[in-house]
Protein backbone atom coordinates (compact mmCIF):
# COMPACT_ATOMS: atom_id res chain seq x y z
CA UNK A 1 0.00 0.00 0.00
CA UNK A 2 1.21 3.56 -1.17
CA UNK A 3 1.06 6.10 0.78
CA UNK A 4 2.08 9.60 0.55
CA UNK A 5 2.78 12.14 3.58
CA UNK A 6 3.00 15.99 3.63
CA UNK A 7 4.71 18.29 5.42
CA UNK A 8 5.83 21.68 5.44
CA UNK A 9 3.26 24.28 5.52
CA UNK A 10 2.38 26.79 7.77
CA UNK A 11 1.90 30.48 8.29
CA UNK A 12 4.38 32.75 7.03
CA UNK A 13 4.32 36.96 6.07
CA UNK A 14 4.01 37.85 2.88
CA UNK A 15 6.87 37.99 1.00
CA UNK A 16 8.81 34.78 3.09
CA UNK A 17 9.46 31.20 1.07
CA UNK A 18 8.35 27.98 2.41
CA UNK A 19 8.92 23.98 1.30
CA UNK A 20 6.09 21.73 1.03
CA UNK A 21 7.34 17.65 1.05
CA UNK A 22 5.31 14.68 0.11
CA UNK A 23 6.80 11.73 0.96
CA UNK A 24 6.28 8.58 -0.62
CA UNK A 25 6.25 5.30 1.18
CA UNK A 26 5.46 1.86 0.25
CA UNK A 27 6.69 -0.97 -1.43
CA UNK A 28 6.81 -2.40 -5.30
CA UNK A 29 6.67 1.29 -7.18
CA UNK A 30 7.74 3.66 -9.47
CA UNK A 31 6.75 6.98 -9.57
CA UNK A 32 5.27 8.29 -12.29
CA UNK A 33 4.06 11.64 -12.82
CA UNK A 34 3.66 14.48 -9.79
CA UNK A 35 1.66 17.39 -8.98
CA UNK A 36 0.97 20.24 -6.37
CA UNK A 37 -2.43 21.56 -5.99
CA UNK A 38 -4.02 23.67 -3.96
CA UNK A 39 -7.68 25.04 -2.90
CA UNK A 40 -8.32 28.05 -1.21
CA UNK A 41 -11.83 28.47 1.10
CA UNK A 42 -14.74 28.55 -1.24
CA UNK A 43 -12.88 28.00 -4.37
CA UNK A 44 -12.30 25.17 -6.75
CA UNK A 45 -8.66 22.89 -6.20
CA UNK A 46 -6.38 23.99 -8.77
CA UNK A 47 -3.42 22.41 -10.47
CA UNK A 48 -0.20 24.91 -9.10
CA UNK A 49 2.63 22.88 -10.77
CA UNK A 50 2.99 19.38 -12.64
CA UNK A 51 6.14 17.09 -13.45
CA UNK A 52 5.53 15.21 -16.58
CA UNK A 53 7.05 11.09 -16.78
CA UNK A 54 10.12 12.96 -18.56
CA UNK A 55 10.56 15.52 -15.95
CA UNK A 56 9.46 19.09 -17.31
CA UNK A 57 7.57 20.55 -15.19
CA UNK A 58 4.74 23.19 -15.84
CA UNK A 59 3.49 26.16 -13.62
CA UNK A 60 -0.10 27.89 -13.12
CA UNK A 61 0.88 31.49 -14.42
CA UNK A 62 -0.13 32.54 -11.08
CA UNK A 63 2.92 30.95 -9.53
CA UNK A 64 5.82 30.85 -12.52
CA UNK A 65 8.98 32.20 -11.39
CA UNK A 66 7.98 32.06 -7.53
CA UNK A 67 7.60 28.35 -7.08
CA UNK A 68 9.44 25.26 -7.81
CA UNK A 69 8.40 21.52 -7.86
CA UNK A 70 11.33 19.19 -7.63
CA UNK A 71 11.90 15.16 -6.62
CA UNK A 72 14.47 13.21 -4.57
CA UNK A 73 14.14 9.48 -6.42
CA UNK A 74 16.05 8.29 -4.08
CA UNK A 75 13.98 9.44 -1.35
CA UNK A 76 11.17 9.28 -3.14
CA UNK A 77 9.88 12.39 -1.60
CA UNK A 78 8.46 15.24 -3.88
CA UNK A 79 8.90 19.13 -3.12
CA UNK A 80 7.34 22.91 -3.60
CA UNK A 81 9.68 25.45 -3.04
CA UNK A 82 7.38 28.49 -2.38
CA UNK A 83 8.88 32.27 -2.77
CA UNK A 84 7.73 35.75 -2.41
CA UNK A 85 4.59 34.53 -1.32
CA UNK A 86 1.34 36.70 -1.56
CA UNK A 87 -2.00 36.18 0.66
CA UNK A 88 -3.64 35.01 -2.34
CA UNK A 89 -1.56 31.73 -2.63
CA UNK A 90 -3.29 31.12 0.78
CA UNK A 91 -5.03 27.65 0.78
CA UNK A 92 -4.70 24.15 1.35
CA UNK A 93 -1.93 22.14 -0.73
CA UNK A 94 -2.29 18.69 -1.96
CA UNK A 95 0.43 16.37 -3.72
CA UNK A 96 -0.44 14.34 -6.35
CA UNK A 97 1.57 11.22 -7.36
CA UNK A 98 0.69 8.65 -10.21
CA UNK A 99 2.90 5.61 -9.54
CA UNK A 100 3.59 2.28 -11.32
CA UNK A 101 2.53 -0.53 -9.60
CA UNK A 102 5.51 -3.16 -10.11
CA UNK A 103 3.37 -5.77 -9.31
CA UNK A 104 0.03 -5.50 -11.10
CA UNK A 105 2.29 -3.26 -13.63
CA UNK A 106 -0.70 -0.67 -13.53
CA UNK A 107 -0.61 2.66 -12.65
CA UNK A 108 -2.53 4.06 -9.72
CA UNK A 109 -3.20 7.74 -8.50
CA UNK A 110 -2.86 8.98 -5.06
CA UNK A 111 -3.11 12.33 -3.15
CA UNK A 112 -1.40 13.63 0.09
CA UNK A 113 -3.67 14.64 3.00
CA UNK A 114 -3.25 17.97 2.67
CA UNK A 115 -0.70 20.93 4.44
CA UNK A 116 -2.60 24.24 5.25
CA UNK A 117 -0.10 27.44 4.15
CA UNK A 118 -1.16 30.82 5.69
CA UNK A 119 0.30 34.37 4.14
CA UNK A 120 -0.57 37.05 6.36
CA UNK A 121 0.93 40.08 7.82
Known amino acids: QVQLVESGGGLVQPGGSLRLSCAVS????????TGWYRQAPGKQRELVAS???????SYADSVKGRFSASRDNAKNTVYLQMNSLKPEDTAVYYC???????????????WGQGTQVTVSS
Open 51 to 57: TATGGST
Open 96 to 110: NVKILNTVTWRFQEH
Open 26 to 33: GSSFRIDT
